[in-house]
């Protein structure tokens, strides 16, 4: 039957139907996704390795460079401990990144 010859009530209903439809498709992959996530300790240990990596990284990258800088131009203040909250800040968001691309990859599956 046609939208236009469809009383309010019934146009209504059928909105209704549509909307529970696609709800019930969302729940039932929400579902699935939470019973069908056996990475195993394998793939914990993974994102733990690339989280942990992608923080010390740049943080001891920031250290050794403020080590060379305050040994090369000595002042008033601390290079080393500059860089180091600058390597642990930017070290945070490719951690970020990386666990966010993560869960992308899991979604996705």
């Not at 009383?7 to 709800?23: G, M, N, S, Y």
């Not at 740049?58 to 600058?86: E, K, V």
Request: hydrophobic fraction near 45%; charge should be positive; aromatic fraction near 12%.
């Amino acid at each position: 039957m046609n939208e236009e010859h469809l009383t309010p009530i019934e146009r209504l209903r059928r909105q209704a139907e549509d909307f529970t439809k696609k709800v019930s498709a969302k729940e039932a992959r929400k579902i699935k996704g939470k019973f069908q996530k056996d990475e195993g300790i394998w793939f914990g240990l993974g994102v733990v390795g690339i989280v942990g990596w992608s923080v010390v990284i740049p943080t001891l990258i920031g250290t050794a460079i403020g080590l060379w800088i305050d040994g090369a131009w000595p002042s008033r203040f601390s290079w080393t401990l500059m860089l180091l909250i600058l390597g642990v800040a930017l070290g945070c968001l490719n951690a970020w990144y990386w666990v966010n691309k993560a869960r992308e990859t899991i979604i996705k599956d």
